[in-house]
């Protein structure tokens, strides 16, 4: 007798009729598409200084090619932005803009694949993840990580084996962490009644990246495999820091529908290797936090590289909400509450336990949970509205014999209220953050004071990005780089990147008369302790780096 158990192998049946027409999925998308386009023409800013660096490299990488190989600039995405940036950091906006698009369509044709009856919802649901279009207005990795990722789960779902392998080979040289799905991937192709050796392209690129490399003279990408202890820069989380995180990238709303729809996706032919290749990601991203390995800081971006298989998990829980049977849609309630509830508990523990961080010795933390913490309220509402819709679908399935109808009809409306006012919060153009500002005062400043064609050293890429300074990937440190500037160079100091990302660091006692003196700069001298910029003017020539 055949098995009726789901798998990857009939995913290729046909699609379920009703709400599953390409015209609405592609409204959204292109929708969509216009407003993450608009965003990012109008941001000022990039979604950390990462952001930034990732897509300076792609650009030096024209006048330097090892860039294209560097580990940290993530081959993946150097190779991806490499022509884009060339044209500007607009053109790097819209290519990410034009990537998450295809994301998510490629979440449309999932959703189809595995039998998800309201498919156009996956696009809609990925669009109004916070993250999700963060990352499409910027460049960082996780952007070209999502659109490998989504384009080798559909082609899997498709029997396309070795093209899925191939994309999944570039996630690994733009997110790491990747190569963890190789063994989801694996099972897959198993279950499929297809051989295993069909995953042989998932070695190509990190062959190759790390064979260059080490041709190239450049540090191969593997040699970061082999050191998982961290620095203790970004400290360590517990178990709840990802669940956290989890609804500052997807939303709470969606957070809880992707959770909650997991087990109902992998119910679907094919949603099991969707919902696992999902949840994996999620979990290694939590174990990895959770020890801290690899100087992980935890963000939420870091979930963004599912974000469109979380919106097909969604899709599948609502789904589920408005199914004929009263005990299924009783059920999805119960386990959005539930997960609801989870999700508060770990929002509170985790700002608790960045309430107790020292923001002199671990900047990058402190500062990252801004948002989070104002939509504190917001969050603990939404959870007591959610539960208490989700018992009243409970409640009234009890009362069925009675003649009450079990709609789920307030439990919708409040997760939808909660999607809009997500969205409403977060989509917004990127901002300068208060270091970028304070950088392009004091720039502005040197300007109108007669010094702007004066050599400026920071090390804050910021200050690269704003004076159009190329810098080789192997350049020397930020201290090396100031002994050796002619007298007269302008030095421009901040803690965070100088003291925490350089080696040796540059403490601000280094830069002290008689060889260097401050000058006012554009406040005038008054400085915030961990956010103001020091601004000297270098005295004597020197070789010798600071002490």
């Not at 930034?52 to 294209?68: E, M, N, V």
């Not at 007591?384 to 399935?397: E, L, S, T, W």
Request: proline share 7%.
């Amino acid at each position: 007798m055949a098995s009726s158990r789901p798998s990857v192998a009939d995913a290729n049946l046909p699609h379920p009729p009703g709400g599953t027409a390409p015209s609405t999925a592609a409204i959204i998308i292109a929708v969509g598409f216009v407003v993450t386009l608009v965003l990012g023409w109008r941001s000022e800013g990039f979604h950390h200084a990462d952001g930034l660096s990732h897509y300076l490299f792609a650009r030096w990488a024209w006048k330097w090619p090892s860039y294209l190989l560097d580990a940290w600039g993530r081959p993946g995405f150097t190779c991806l932005y490499f022509v884009p940036a060339a044209f500007g950091a607009g053109a790097a906006r819209a290519w990410s803009a034009a990537l998450s698009a295809i994301a998510a369509w490629l979440a449309f044709v999932i959703a189809q694949r595995v039998q998800v009856r309201r498919a156009w919802l996956a696009p809609l649901f990925l669009f109004l993840q916070p993250r999700f279009v963060t990352l499409a207005t910027t460049t960082l990795t996780e952007t070209a990580a999502m659109f490998y990722l989504t384009a080798a789960v559909y082609l899997a779902l498709r029997h396309r084996w070795r093209a899925a392998a191939a994309l999944l080979s570039l996630a690994i040289v733009s997110r790491h962490e990747a190569v963890a799905l190789i063994p989801i991937f694996a099972i897959a192709i198993v279950a499929a009644n297809r051989p295993l050796w069909r995953l042989w392209p998932v070695c190509w690129a990190p062959l190759a990246v790390n064979g260059l490399a080490w041709i190239a003279g450049v540090a191969p990408a593997v040699s970061l495999y082999l050191r998982p202890g961290a620095s203790g820069l970004y400290g360590r989380g517990g178990w709840y820091e990802m669940f956290s995180r989890a609804l500052e990238a997807f939303g709470p709303a969606l957070a809880a529908l992707g959770f909650a729809g997991a087990r109902t996706l992998a119910r679907k032919r094919g949603g099991m290797f969707v919902a696992a290749c999902a949840l994996t990601w999620f979990a290694v991203q939590a174990l990895v936090r959770l020890f801290g390995l690899y100087d992980s800081g935890g963000y939420a971006r870091f979930l963004a590289p599912v974000a469109p298989l979380w919106a097909v998990m969604a899709a599948a829980a609502w789904d589920r909400l408005l199914d004929p049977q009263s005990i299924r849609r009783a059920r999805m309630a119960l386990a959005i509450g539930a997960v609801m509830a989870v999700l508060c508990v770990a929002m509170e523990l985790h700002l608790r336990h960045r309430d107790t961080i020292d923001h002199r010795t671990h900047p990058h933390l402190k500062a990252d949970v801004p948002r989070l913490d104002e939509a504190r309220n917001a969050v603990r509402v939404g959870t007591v509205g959610v539960i208490a819709a989700a018992v009243a679908v409970i409640v009234m399935h009890g009362r069925m014999r009675r003649g009450i109808p079990a709609g789920t009809g307030p439990l919708r409306l409040v997760l939808a209220v909660m999607m809009a006012l997500t969205a409403w919060v977060f989509h917004r153009p990127l901002e300068r953050g208060p270091v970028e500002r304070l950088i392009d005062a004091e720039l502005a400043w040197l300007r109108e004071n007669g010094m702007g064609d004066r050599p400026v050293l920071c090390a804050h890429v910021w200050c690269a990005y704003r004076t159009d300074t190329a810098l080789p990937l192997d350049r020397p440190g930020l201290a090396a780089r100031i002994a050796a500037a002619p007298a007269g160079a302008i030095v421009l100091w901040e803690r965070q990147f100088a003291v925490f990302n350089e080696t040796p660091p540059v403490e601000l006692k280094d830069l002290s008369p008689p060889h260097f003196r401050p000058l006012a700069g554009a406040t005038g001298g008054a400085r915030d302790g961990q956010t103001g910029i020091w601004i000297f003017e270098k005295l004597t020539h020197s070789e010798r780096p600071p002490d």
